[in-house]
């Protein structure tokens, strides 16, 4: 316990030089190693037996050695300095070493669906930093719950942190192709009526749908979907089962795409404009290991969808 009323209250300096005297020998060449003078080593040495209560060093005309109470005071003291040298180091290396543990926090959603793979890669790169996921739709204080980041969709404010935005999302509409060969796929938006529709529960109870074709057009449209759920995740597992036209941000649909078993319908209307972030403590200092996850995970994400901010880092103190 560190915080007794009998703890050491002295300077840690004049621990270091004692600890230096008894190292090399001399006052002179402790006062030489440690760029002082003699008379300061000197003080520091009087100071310090102050400080303890205790005669530390045995002097004489021609030399100072350390008393039996010094030797044991040595012995502990120069031990805690090398720890202390050793913490300061790890704490000074952290802002620059990209090492040790991550924890960071994200939606059940982006977690399940897109964030393994961009976790996996990042091991890859980074095997000296271990990460843990929590994934939740709370809002987890990162300061309460020890977060080093937190990647947020949408503008909420967090006071105290601050926020990167790393990635500008869609949600467009997408179908297997065997559904779409069953049941052609709608030219126009009115002919979503004609299909099954999956949308997540903001999208429930027969509300309008704001779509715009990312030229200046918008358009409303009224859907009662044939399945509603909780999530993306679910309506991205449905629309994947040939269940019908799911309504799925693009990230967590892009590899899909890719492998052909999603095709995008209506394109190019989509949902525009919900804002990826990535929140960590507020102040310019992050630890290494935060920014280069963080820089890893803008990056991953521009390599699998396109509609990604300018690399001129964009930030908000929230």
Not at 25 to 54: D, H, M, N, P
Not at 63 to 79: N, Q, R
Not at 128 to 154: C, F, K, S, W
Request: aromatic residues 4%.
């Amino acid at each position: 316990m560190v915080a007794r009323s009998e703890t050491f209250t002295g300077s840690l300096d004049d621990v270091r030089a004692f600890c230096t005297v008894v190292d090399l020998g001399t006052v002179t060449a402790a006062a030489a190693s440690l760029r002082e003078t003699k008379g300061s080593i000197s003080r520091r040495l009087s100071r310090l037996e102050q400080a303890l209560g205790a005669r530390l060093m045995a002097r004489t005309s021609r030399a100072v050695s350390p008393t039996a109470e010094g030797l044991a005071f040595y012995a502990k003291a120069h031990e805690s300095l090398a720890l202390l040298d050793a913490a300061a180091e790890t704490a000074r290396d952290a802002q620059t070493v990209p090492a040790g543990h991550l924890r960071m926090t994200t939606s059940i959603d982006f977690g399940i669906e897109v964030m393994p793979e961009i976790v996996a890669s990042f091991r890859a790169a980074y095997p000296q930093i271990t990460v843990e996921m929590l994934n939740t739709d709370a809002r987890l204080d990162l300061a309460a719950n020890r977060i080093d980041l937190a990647l947020r969709l949408g503008g909420a404010e967090e006071t105290g942190y601050r926020a990167v935005l790393l990635a500008t999302l869609s949600v467009a509409l997408y179908a297997t192709p065997a559904y779409l060969l069953r049941r052609p796929a709608p030219t126009d938006l009115a002919g979503l009526h004609d299909h099954d529709l999956i949308l997540p529960r903001e999208r429930t109870g027969g509300g309008a749908l704001s779509l715009t074709d990312g030229q200046g057009r918008a358009e409303q449209i009224v859907l009662n979907p044939a399945i509603r759920v909780s999530d993306f995740s679910t309506v991205h597992r449905l629309t994947l089962v040939g269940a019908g036209i799911g309504h799925i941000p693009s990230l967590v649909a892009a590899r899909a795409v890719a492998a052909g078993q999603l095709v995008r319908v209506l394109a190019p209307w989509a949902r525009r404009g919900a804002a990826l972030r990535a929140v960590t403590l507020a102040g310019r200092d992050l630890p290494a290991r935060v920014q280069v996850f963080r820089e890893h995970v803008r990056d991953a994400l521009t390599l699998r969808d396109g509609e990604m901010p300018p690399r001129n880092e964009y930030s908000l103190e929230l």
